[in-house]
């Protein structure tokens, strides 16, 4: 059982998304104990996150997060977590908003002296060099981007400019670390972490298609909870969607399941769905 509650768990990771978010968007505001982000339209950064983690969420507050991203033309987005104030969701239920989807978060402590190269299940993969990116060498930093965004968007297609220049912003954040697979020197697959003294977050993971079922998203999870460990974090997160490899790779390198959050959307007027 982990020393810290669920409870405790989730605030320390929802916060932590609420501040990294803020730190590399174009546009962030305070509001209910949470953040509202936006980074244009489109972006998978535009939500709000971590609200009523501190006591009620008014009405009033909620018409802010609604009039933040309607006077941008985008969709109003909150992630709730099932432990904010239950005021959040009435006022939300009362407004229109909608499940869209849920998130799992899957937490680990990480003890002192863990061998955690010896929890994959298979062995550290032949041929495989895990590297940490260096956000001023240009060329390592694009590379990494196009890996790491392979899994988010179709095989193939061009990185959006937004897309690369968020991810360029990522790269460079201070907490964050960033890393390449490397088999037999060539590109296999790439992740990220962002550590913060109470917690750390891995994401942001791809494995080429190619590269797929040899251990390499495993290895890339055991080497980012090494350097969170290197920089004094003992508890790491993950969030993937139910079912996803992400989530059962990393269940067998002993994380578990701490919570689930929801998604929820208000439609524009005439749009699936909307009252």
Known sequence: ????SYAEIARVEERRLARATAAVVACAEPVAGGCMTFDGEGSWANFAVGLGLDGPVSGAEIDRVVGFY?????EPRIVVCPFAHPSLVRGLAERGFALLEFVNVLAREIEPDEDLRALVPNGWPKGLEV?????GDEAQVRLFIDVSTSGFRPEGAPIAPALLEVSRRVVAYPRCDSFLALVDGEPAG????EVHP???????????????????????????????????????????????????????LGFFMAYSKGILARRSEGSPGSR
């Open 198 to 252: 109470d917690g750390a977050a891995l994401f942001g993971v791809s494995v080429l298609p190619r590269f797929r079922e040899r251990g390499i998203q495993q290895a890339l999870i055991v080497r980012r909870l090494e350097r969170a460990r290197e920089l004094g974090c003992l508890l790491a997160c993950i969030s993937a969607s139910p079912g996803i490899p992400t989530e059962r790779n990393a269940m067998r």
């Open 131 to 135: 590297v940490r990116v260096d956000p």
């Open 70 to 74: 309607t006077t941008r033309g985008a």
């Open 190 to 193: 790439a992740g990220s972490v």
């Open 1 to 4: 059982m982990p020393k810290l």
